[in-house]
């Protein structure tokens, strides 16, 4: 598992068991989204047939950053919230700085 260790070093974690957690929190926030998105497309009148540019177009905007959310629900719930935050923050600095530029 030489990619494990890579990304051990990258993040600077030293335990197996704190990369295997960030991992699980990846996951769960992943799989989350699918479930809230067959919640709120209905609430939005999305169907089926509705075309898939307009799904994209709702997509795109509103669930980074719901996704974003559940990397800090489900990080706390695992006892990675510091990883998480520290991820956020960069995220939000970068964001801010992209935006700046327009």
Same mark, same amino acid.
């Given at each position: 598992?030489?990619?494990? /260790?890579?990304?051990? *070093?990258? +993040?600077?974690? &030293?335990?197996?068991?704190?990369? +295997? @957690?960030? @991992? ?6 992943? @799989?989350?989204?699918?479930?809230? *998105?067959?919640?709120?497309? #209905? ?7 509705? #075309?898939?540019?307009?799904?994209? =177009?709702?997509?795109?905007?509103? !669930?980074?950053?719901?996704? &974003?959310?559940?990397?800090?629900? !489900?990080? !706390?719930? =695992?006892? &990675?919230? #510091?990883?998480? +935050? /520290?991820? /956020?923050?960069?995220?939000?600095? !970068?964001?801010?700085?992209?935006? *700046? *530029?327009?």
């Amino acid at each position: 598992m030489k990619w494990a /260790e890579k990304l051990k *070093r990258k +993040w600077n974690i &030293q335990s197996n068991w704190d990369f +295997w @957690m960030i @991992m699980l929190t990846f996951s769960l926030a992943g @799989m989350s989204i699918l479930s809230i *998105r067959k919640v709120i497309f #209905p609430l939005l009148g999305i169907k089926a047939a509705t #075309p898939l540019w307009v799904k994209v =177009l709702v997509y795109i905007p509103l !669930f980074p950053p719901v996704y &974003q959310l559940g990397l800090l629900f !489900f990080g !706390f719930i =695992l006892g &990675q919230f #510091p990883f998480f +935050w /520290e991820k /956020e923050k960069r995220l939000a600095k !970068f964001l801010v700085k992209c935006f *700046r *530029r327009v």
